[in-house]
């Protein structure tokens, strides 16, 4: 299988290091970035100072409650770019709010996620979105 470079955005520190442990249980060769809130986000995407050289990923993991900018500001400016639009990116959030829903469906989320409370439950949510992103779905290569 082809490397898949995935973008974290996340804040919560328990949550990263739970995701990224159910990422590499699978084997599934990924080159996974971290970055801790909405700022940050945007300065990797439009490689800004300290990511100088990054390469862009070819999917987003995106929280809606961050700080400095929300997910939902994240969003919207990566969909108000013509070369980051492309990047499918999934709202992996514990909200379960239907304004943050009916608002990252406005700002055309590919999937929103409410992440479940119990830590079985969320790395299964987090395996489910590895089979289907990077098993099933052909993703677009961004250059």
Same mark, same amino acid.
């Given at each position: 299988m082809e490397s898949i470079h995935i973008l974290l955005v996340e804040d919560n520190e328990g949550d990263i290091v739970l995701t990224m442990e159910a990422l590499e249980e699978r084997k599934v060769v990924n080159n996974i970035s971290v970055v801790k809130d909405g &700022?940050?986000? #945007?300065?990797?995407? %439009?490689?800004?100072?300290?990511?100088?050289?990054? &390469?862009?990923?070819?999917?987003?993991? #995106?929280d809606v409650n961050l700080p400095k900018k929300s997910g939902h500001e994240v969003l919207q400016t990566i969909k108000e770019d013509d070369l980051l639009r492309q990047?499918?990116?999934?709202?992996?959030?514990?909200?379960?709010?239907e304004r943050d829903?009916?608002?990252?469906?406005q700002?055309?989320?590919?999937? %929103?996620?409410? &992440?479940?409370? =119990?830590?079985?439950?969320? #790395?299964?949510?987090?395996t489910?979105? =590895?089979?289907?992103? #990077?098993?099933?779905?052909?993703?677009?290569k961004i250059k």
């Open positions: &700022k940050e986000a #945007l300065d990797f995407l %439009y490689e800004t100072e300290k990511f100088k050289g990054r &390469k862009l990923p070819d999917l987003i993991l #995106l990047i499918p990116v999934i709202m992996l959030t514990p909200s379960s709010s829903i009916k608002l990252s469906y700002h055309h989320a590919n999937c %929103y996620i409410t &992440k479940p409370v =119990e830590v079985d439950q969320f #790395l299964e949510a987090i489910s979105i =590895e089979d289907f992103w #990077l098993s099933i779905v052909t993703l677009p």
